[in-house]
């Protein structure tokens, strides 16, 4: 299906011309990932979230909804090829928080990029990564890159690993210190295998996903909040950080409305 595109442009605020160009890819990227926030409610609700282009138009972009990383960067290739990109599919590992030697599955998925008519690097493209270090734009697939996505700092890296190809990492500046977030091949993955892994995800007993809400909203203020659980993480744009738990799942609801712009659907009975 073809998405309605003046309906995305207008869910995250983009009044670019529509083709296929860097400067398109940078200012798209940036606002999606201001305006769609991260948000894992289908799985705690004890459902899986479709992928089906239709389903993620409905619900990412008429729905008052957002999603995590399987939703909202299959919405943005899906964008990104109706204009004229050629996107592939990677997976990463997840290496934020983890502990030295601590190997994790390929849990996430990002987007390799190439703009046409164009001579010169790929891009690495994400807005679905939850955390305060994700990219705010795309990134060029270039050892050393660096990105100044005021206010993040974002760089990429080739780091040591036993296999074949190359295995790259992205890195945010925290701090005054670099701290990965995750890594990857560009090995091309399919959107079957984005299903299969988003499956599992949504219903593994060991999935964080399943136990507790989880959201993210990077603001045009520079701003962001973070929900884990009922503990809400509020960063504003100096650095400052204000954190309290929250009540239950009444103030859970209210502060998913009013502080991260998610629509909870009626009826849905929100973790304690």
């Known amino acids: 299906m073809k998405l309605d595109l003046d ?24 606002a999606h990932a201001l305006g769609i926030p991260f948000e894992n409610l289908d799985p705690v609700l004890g459902s899986v979230p479709s992928l089906d282009p239709a389903d993620l138009e ?21 964008v990104l090829r109706q204009l004229g990109f050629t996107v ?21 998925i990002l987007l390799r990029v190439d703009v046409p008519d164009v001579v010169g690097p790929s891009y690495v493209a994400d807005v679905g990564f939850g955390s305060i270090g994700a990219l705010l734009e795309p990134i060029e697939l270039v050892t050393g890159a660096e990105l100044y ?6 760089r990429l890296v080739t780091v040591a690993h036993d296999g074949p190809l190359e295995m790259w990492e992205v890195q945010a500046e925290k701090g005054g210190s ?18 299969m892994i988003n499956w599992y995800i949504a219903t593994g007993p060991h999935s964080p996903f399943r136990q507790a809400v ?19 993480v509020e960063t504003a744009g100096d ?20 502080s ?5 659907p009626e009826g849905a009975e929100l973790p304690a």
Request: charged content about 25%.
């Open 7 to 30: 309906a995305y442009f207008a869910r995250i605020g983009w009044t670019g011309e529509p083709r296929p160009t860097v400067e398109v890819l940078r200012s798209l990227h940036r």
């Open 58 to 78: 409905a619900k990412l972009v008429h729905g008052g909804r957002g999603g995590y990383c399987y939703e909202q960067n299959t919405l943005l290739a899906a």
């Open 88 to 108: 592939t599919l990677l997976t990463a590992r997840v290496t934020l928080g983890a502990a030295p030697g601590d190997i994790r599955p390929r849990s996430h």
């Open 149 to 154: 996505d005021a206010p993040r700092h974002h």
């Open 178 to 195: 670099w701290e990965a977030q995750y890594a990857f091949t560009a090995e091309p993955f399919e959107g079957v295998d984005v299903e």
């Open 214 to 232: 989880y959201a993210q909203r990077a603001l045009p203020d520079s701003s962001h909040r973070s929900l884990a659980g009922l503990d809400l």
């Open 239 to 258: 650095g400052t950080i204000r954190e309290r738990l929250l009540s239950g799942p009444d103030e859970l609801r209210e502060v998913l409305k009013d």
């Open 260 to 264: 991260f712009g998610i629509h909870v």
